[in-house]
């Protein structure tokens, strides 16, 4: 497995595109994401140290050819169970500070108590971590989990890919209703899986807005040690 970064842009009304920051993602040796195995690796402590070998190796080679790179890393739910992951998060926040930010996902529901996450995050935020919410309105990212956030998070995720299967009119229907929420308390909003110049045009010139996604794919980065 390695890392890819792939980038999240400010798109103007004239289509040019800046890149704001990174998503660090994982994929295996077909360019793809790992699947369920690698997900339930992350439920154990071998698949962890695994996790945080390759995430450092990743972090450095990407922060030390560029220092103002902006990267947000993936955490899964279940992996905040583990000293070992606070304490790579800490060794992280030290040497790359700001740089760093924590993206929360929502592929593996959370098996412990219901304040369990609530409390996690705010130990993310403790160790002094820019925290996004992904996936907003799939898994455990609801509404209600992430209006308990508000204190603490600054940034949603809305994947179209959600909406593969609904027609273009209900998709818009949800992007505008989670915008409409995250301009009232002055979230920045992404917008995922951008895949045509139809959709990326739709959302350009919103300042709200940024967008990630298959279309503007060609600027993915792979940051290598030289």
Known sequence: MYNIFQPILSVDQA????????EMLIRNNNGEFPGINFLHSLTTQEGND???KASR????????????????????PC??????????????REAYHD??????TERRE??????????EIQRLKK???ELAIDDVCA???SYAFIKRQLKVVSRIKLSLLLFKDEDYELMMSFVNAWLAFAKKHHLTFVIEGISNRQLAKKFAGNPVILQQGFYWGKGTAYFNEE
């Open 79 to 92: 992996q905040m169970k583990f000293e070992s992951i606070w304490r790579f998060l800490e060794e992280i």
């Open 99 to 104: 740089h760093v930010a924590i993206e929360i």
């Open 15 to 22: 289509m040019n595109a800046e890149i704001d920051t990174y």
């Open 57 to 76: 190796k990743s972090l450095k080679n990407a922060l030390n050819e560029q220092k103002n790179r902006k990267i947000y890393i993936n955490l899964e």
């Open 139 to 141: 898994g455990s990212n």
């Open 110 to 119: 959370t098996i412990h108590s219901l304040d369990y996450l609530d409390r």
């Open 127 to 129: 160790v002094g971590f």
């Open 50 to 52: 695994a996790w945080i």
